[in-house]
């Protein structure tokens, strides 16, 4: 059973250009969560999705950040016009129905130029 | 606000001497707490969950206790070696949709 999978590992980004994060979660495991790593920061609680459902966007910047989780396919986080303050790690998460317990991926690291 | 907080933030001990790390949250209404494991670059490494219902757990050289009454947790690690240097998580599910709230860690280093 593969962990949590996400791309890619490391992406570059030029100031107002679009990254896109993929998170494909543990077999079995329909919910997905999306943390932020700042650099010499704690993780931060971006959002909570179920297949075709954001449950909970309330760590999400209302602005140039989206999500998304279809029923077929992986999550994914997109960030549009990126700007320097973006440069961070980004964790995925996913977690089965029963004990609460979550797995996280290696993360996707961002950086903008 | 609900909030985790680990302290000390860096620890330091030489090889075979026992690791004490501790958490603390501020709300005892909790589901679950989770430990994690974080080498530099990469990825959190599940090391131990423990149920709101139960009071400890255990994992080999590892060991987590639960007091939701005083809100705390700590982390035992028996005879360190140094591969157990890394950033040691403490995350907390304050609700039923198991989101956790992280601590800032504690950066463990043991010297052989």
């Known amino acids: ?113 | 606000k609900q909030e985790v907080t680990q302290i000390p933030a860096a620890l330091s001990v030489p090889e075979g001497e026992n690791l004490v790390l501790n958490c603390s949250f501020t709300d005892s209404a909790i589901y679950n707490l989770q430990w994690f494991r974080q080498d530099p670059g990469k990825g959190l490494t599940s090391l131990l969950l423990i149920q709101s219902s139960q009071r400890e757990q255990t994992s080999g050289r590892l060991n987590a206790s639960l007091d939701k009454s005083s809100g705390r947790s700590t982390l035992y690690i028996a005879a360190s070696q140094p591969g157990d240097s890394a950033t040691y998580l403490c995350a907390v599910s304050f609700s039923n949709d198991y989101k956790l709230s992280f601590g800032a860690g504690t950066t463990v280093t043991v010297r052989a």
Request: net charge positive.
């Open chain 1, 1 to 113: 059973n593969a962990g949590v999978m996400q791309n890619p590992r490391h992406l570059v980004r030029r100031r107002g250009q679009e990254a896109r994060l993929r998170c494909s979660p543990m077999k079995g495991h329909s919910h997905v969560y999306w943390y932020r790593q700042l650099p010499e920061e704690g993780l931060k609680f971006m959002v909570y999705l179920q297949k075709e459902n954001i449950i909970d966007e309330s760590g999400m910047p209302k602005e140039r950040f989206s999500a998304e989780f279809p029923k077929e396919g992986p999550s994914i986080l997109r960030i549009q016009q990126v700007v320097r303050g973006d440069s961070a790690a980004y964790f995925c998460a996913s977690r089965t129905q029963p004990t609460g317990e979550l797995f996280f991926g290696e993360g996707s690291r961002l950086t903008v130029l």
